[in-house]
């Protein structure tokens, strides 16, 4: 089974920074791309960023580029995301994805999901 664990979400004011990271299996994390992706209430799931499985290549949504940074543990089958710069836009539920292609900026498998609120 594919399984995948967010934690590191909170309540940050805006300008501050997280950094939520997300757990899984070392078979799922050595066989796919991972990525980010978030949820506002009322809106749909959208990409947020996304690493390969080598960690050779990131991609960004433009929302975010510069702010947030995507990097992998394979080590310890981890990925993360650094948030900088926080914006009260950037209120969501970020879901961890196992992808296929990670350029595909479309997720295969998920995870329960991490709050992030932030505060103006």
């Known amino acids: 089974q594919v399984q995948l664990v967010e934690s590191g979400g909170g309540l940050v004011q805006a300008g501050g920074s997280l950094r939520p990271s997300c757990a899984a299996s070392a078979r799922t994390f050595s066989n796919y791309a991972m990525g980010w992706f978030r949820q506002a209430p009322g809106k749909g799931r959208e990409f947020v960023a996304s690493?390969?499985?080598?960690?050779?290549?990131?991609y960004y949504a433009d929302s975010v580029k510069g702010r947030f940074t995507i990097s992998r543990d394979n080590a310890k089958n981890t990925v993360y995301l650094q948030m900088a710069s926080l914006k009260p836009e950037d209120t969501a539920v970020y879901y961890c994805?196992?992808?296929?292609?990670?350029?595909?900026?479309?997720?295969?498998?998920w995870g329960q999901g991490t709050q992030v609120t932030v505060s103006s």
């Open positions: 690493i390969s499985w080598s960690g050779g290549r990131t």
């Open positions: 994805a196992a992808m296929t292609v990670a350029g595909s900026r479309r997720g295969d498998y």
